[in-house]
C-alpha cells in the first residue's frame, strides 16, 4: 500500500542522516505512505519507540501494526505538544520530507494538481476551512500577488493576480479548470506544466501555511532534541530550503548567529551537511518527483 501510496525520496540518506540506534526514540513528522517510518523501524530492530505525524487522514491506511509505534492525525507544527501527550519529553532524532505526497498529488478531487478537474481545494486536512478556491476568490489583488510570487515565483505574478480578481467579478473561480481559463493568456507557451506547477504551488502552500507550520515545527524540533539528537528536513521550494539552511546555521528563526560576551559565536546545532544533499540521477529517473529536493542535517550540541 506505502509504495503506491507514496515513493520516499532520498530514502537511504535521510535515514542513514539520522544515526538510528536500537532503543532511541525517534520521529518522523510527515508519515505519508510510511516508507521513512518503515526504514527507521527497521533499524529500532523492534526496540526503541517511533512516533509519526501526518495532517492527512488518508495516510493512517499505511500504519506500522507494532508495539512502539504511534501514528498521530494532526500538524506538525503542534509537534512537541503531541510527542509530550504521548509521554515523550525528548528525542534522539526527527525527520521530515516537506510538501505533498504522491498520493494526495494523484487523488483528482483533491485538487492538488492541474493534471484533474476538480474543486479547487488543496487542503492536506480536510477539516479546514480554508480551500484554493477561497484564497483565489476572497484574496485582496495584493495578497495574491505575494503569495504568487514569494511561495510559487511565479515572474508575472501581479499580471496573474489582476487577472483573477478581474474574473472573479464575473463568475467565482470554483474548478481547476476555470483557474487554469484564466491563467492562459499569461501562461508561456511550451511550459505549461512548469508554469502552473508555481501557481498551484504557491496556492497549496497558502492553504496549507506550510512556511509558518515549517517554522514551528524547527523550533519545535530544537526543543525536542536531546543533546547529539539530529535533524534531518527534505525541502522542495528555495524558501523552505533557506530557512531549514538559516535555522541549523543559528539556531533561530531570523538566521542571526548570535555572541557570547567575548564575541564567540554561540550555535545550538552542529551543521553535518555544509552543503545540501541532493538525489541522484538514478533516483531523479525513478522518482521526477524527486528533483527539486534538498536534504539537510544537524545535530543538537
Avoid at 530514502?11 to 538510528?20: G, H, K, Y
Wanted: aromatic share 6%.
Amino acid at each position: 500500500m506505502q509504495e503506491a501510496y507514496h515513493v520516499p525520496v532520498m530514502l537511504q540518506e535521510s535515514v542513514d542522516a539520522l544515526c538510528v540506534q536500537s532503543g532511541g526514540v525517534y520521529v518522523d513528522a510527515t508519515f505519508g505512505g510510511g516508507g521513512h517510518s518503515r526504514e527507521i523501524w527497521a533499524r529500532l530492530k523492534g526496540k526503541g519507540r517511533l512516533i509519526a505525524v501526518d495532517r492527512d487522514s488518508d495516510a493512517a491506511v499505511n500504519g506500522i501494526q507494532e508495539k512502539g509505534f504511534t501514528l498521530i492525525q494532526n500538524n506538525f507544527k503542534f509537534l512537541r505538544g503531541l510527542v509530550r501527550n504521548e509521554g515523550v519529553e525528548a528525542v534522539d532524532g526527527v525527520l521530515a520530507d516537506l510538501g505533498v505526497s504522491s498520493h494526495q498529488f494523484d487523488t483528482g478531487g483533491r485538487g492538488f494538481s492541474f493534471r484533474f478537474e476538480a474543486p479547487l481545494d488543496m487542503r492536506m486536512n480536510n477539516k479546514s476551512s480554508l480551500t484554493a478556491a477561497k484564497v483565489v476568490n476572497t484574496y485582496s489583488e495584493e495578497q495574491l500577488r505575494y503569495i504568487l510570487g514569494v511561495y510559487g515565483e511565479v515572474d508575472n505574478a501581479g499580471r496573474v493576480a489582476k487577472l483573477l480578481v478581474s474574473a472573479r467579478a464575473n463568475k467565482l473561480l470554483e474548478n481547476i479548470s476555470d483557474l487554469v481559463d484564466v491563467l492562459q493568456p499569461c501562461t508561456p507557451k511550451m511550459m505549461e506544466h512548469k508554469y502552473l506547477a508555481k501557481v498551484f504551488q504557491a496556492l497549496r502552500m497558502e492553504v496549507n501555511g506550510e512556511m509558518k507550520a515549517l517554522e514551528q515545527l524547527l523550533e519545535q524540533s530544537l526543543r525536542l532534541l536531546k543533546p547529539g539528537g539530529r535533524l534531518v528536513v527534505i525541502t522542495y521550494h528555495s524558501l523552505e530550503d533557506r530557512l531549514v539552511k538559516n535555522f541549523m546555521r543559528s539556531g533561530n528563526l531570523a538566521g542571526k548567529v548570535e555572541k557570547d560576551f567575548f564575541g564567540k559565536e554561540t550555535t545550538l546545532f552542529t551543521v553535518i551537511t555544509k552543503k545540501a544533499i541532493v538525489p541522484s540521477e538514478e533516483e531523479i529517473q525513478r522518482n521526477t518527483r524527486a528533483r527539486s529536493a534538498k536534504l539537510r542535517v544537524a545535530q543538537k550540541k
